[in-house]
């Protein structure tokens, strides 16, 4: 078994300006990144709370799976994020343990990162992310 560190909790919000100002007022938590993300059609902020990272992700498109998700569910935990060294590695190493991935292939993330994801149907309903570093 595989000791798959936590790299962020991500969030979706119909707002990141309000929900970053409750996050400041909760927890302390500082900007840590912003950016678009136009391979997933959302706006991502990046805070952080001592020792963890909180993602949030607004949608910059009806079409987004954020939207669907904030249409469906309401704001929100959205993903888990676990980092990897080697994303390809644990890419196969997930679809051949029978886990449903969404990508064949990683694709671009934030903060210069590879991801993949994990439907929920083969987590217990939440939906995972594994993640690296490009450089």
Do not use: W
């Not at 949030?56 to 569910?73: N, Q």
């Not at 935990?77 to 190493?93: D, P, T, W």
């Not at 994990?118 to 570093?133: N, T």
Request: glycine fraction near 6%.
């Amino acid at each position: 078994m595989k000791n798959l560190p936590l790299d962020h909790i991500g969030v979706a919000v119909r707002n990141i300006e309000e929900a970053t100002r409750k996050y400041q007022e909760l927890l302390g938590a500082e900007i840590l990144h912003d950016e678009i993300v136009p391979s997933q059609k959302v706006k991502v902020r990046f805070l952080k709370h001592n020792n963890t990272k909180t993602e949030l992700l607004e949608a910059t498109e009806e079409s987004s799976a954020v939207a669907k998700f904030l249409e469906k569910r309401g704001e929100g935990l959205h993903h888990i994020a676990f980092a990897v060294e080697n994303i390809h590695q644990e890419l196969s190493r997930m679809k051949n343990a029978g886990y449903q991935v969404l990508q064949e292939e990683p694709v671009p993330g934030a903060m210069d990162k590879l991801v993949f994801f994990i439907h929920p149907k083969s987590v217990g309903g939440i939906l995972v992310e594994i993640c690296q570093p490009r450089s």
